[in-house]
């Protein structure tokens, strides 16, 4: 199995080292080309409106909506802004890629004056798993469709939350030594296929 990693900007190392942990190879993805030989795709933390301006820069926008149709996705904070409908506060103008009926709040948990770990309670594949989510600049959650599951709150909020084979949390999970999210993406979207 070959994860892919979007790195074009921001924390995709962090992500890559954790797939590398998890047994799983990884390929770095900056051209259209490099989905061609992945089986699922993380989109990292960063910045979302530098992210959306390469990704368009590199002719990815429309490459990573086909990917999405048969393939897995993982969006973590500004890779869940990436994935939303639509994007609440949206100055920069970033372009959503809209795969997820989500609506977003950029830095809905304030700026990066108020980062902040938290104890999060998640629901992954029928197990209570207890995690720790790193919030920095992170969107909020304002809107779920009806086919979004929520498997994690913060004070209420969704913070983690699946539609079909698109995952997406609003805190990181990948800076700290555990890898509990990514291992219920890898296990449940692969299961013995992994």
């Avoid at 902040?116 to 919030?135: D, Q, V």
């Amino acid at each position: 199995m070959s994860i892919g990693v979007l790195a074009l900007q921001g924390d995709f190392e962090k992500h890559a080292n954790q797939v590398i942990s998890l047994g799983a190879a990884v390929r770095l993805v900056k051209l259209p080309d490099d989905l061609n030989s992945i089986d699922a795709l993380i989109l990292p933390g960063g910045e979302s409106t530098t992210m959306s301006i390469l990704m368009d820069k590199h002719h990815l926008r429309q490459p990573l909506k086909d990917f999405a149709r048969n393939h897995p996705l993982y969006g973590t904070c500004a890779g869940m802004i990436l994935l939303a409908n639509s994007i609440q506060d949206n100055q920069s103008g970033v372009a959503p890629l809209q795969l997820m009926d989500i609506d977003v709040l950029r830095n809905g948990y304030g700026r990066q004056l108020f980062s902040f770990e938290e104890e999060i309670t998640a629901e992954l594949a029928g197990t209570t798993e207890k995690l720790r989510g790193t919030f920095i600049r992170a969107p909020r959650i304002v809107r779920c469709g009806k086919d979004v599951t929520v498997l994690a709150r913060y004070q209420n909020d969704p913070v983690l939350v699946r539609q079909g084979m698109l995952l997406a949390g609003s805190f990181h999970n990948e800076l700290g030594s555990e890898a509990t999210v990514l291992r219920y993406f890898l296990d449940d979207f692969f299961g013995d296929n992994r």
